[in-house]
Nanobody, 114 residues
Framework: QVQLVESGGGLVQPGGSLRLSCAASGFTFRYYDMRWYRQAPGKERELVARISTTGISTNYLDSVKGRFTISRDIAKNMVFLQMNSLKPEDTAVYYC???????WGQGTQVTVSS
């Protein structure tokens, strides 16, 4: 059974940092690209970051470039999203995804507010 479980969300002040984690199970993790998406209230879900199977290739939403970093630990079946210099507009539910498998986590709430 394919499963993705996110953690690490929370409330942070503008300029702060959070590190999201996603634990993957039920599939051969190293064979699949992984992605982080987010969805803010009243808005469509958007792709935030993507990482290739090896972790060598990454892509980011323009508005998070230079602030967010996606990474993966193949040995631990984990994918991470390090978020620095957070802004109020980063407030959203963040989802981990293995798109080829149409697999999604339950999401973790990130709120950036003073």
């Amino acid at each position: 059974q394919v499963q993705l479980v996110e953690s690490g969300g929370g409330l942070v002040q503008p300029g702060g940092s959070l590190r999201l984690s996603c634990a993957a199970s039920g599939f051969t993790f190293r064979y699949y690209d992984m992605r982080w998406y987010r969805q803010a209230p009243g808005k469509e879900r958007e792709l935030v970051a993507r990482i290739s199977t090896t972790g060598i290739s990454t892509n980011y939403l323009d508005s998070v470039k230079g602030r967010f970093t996606i990474s993966r630990d193949i040995a631990k079946n984990m994918v991470f999203l390090q978020m620095n210099s957070l802004k109020p507009e980063d407030t959203a539910v963040y989802y981990c995804s293995a798109p080829t498998l149409n697999a999604w986590g339950q999401g973790t709430q990130v709120t950036v507010s003073s």
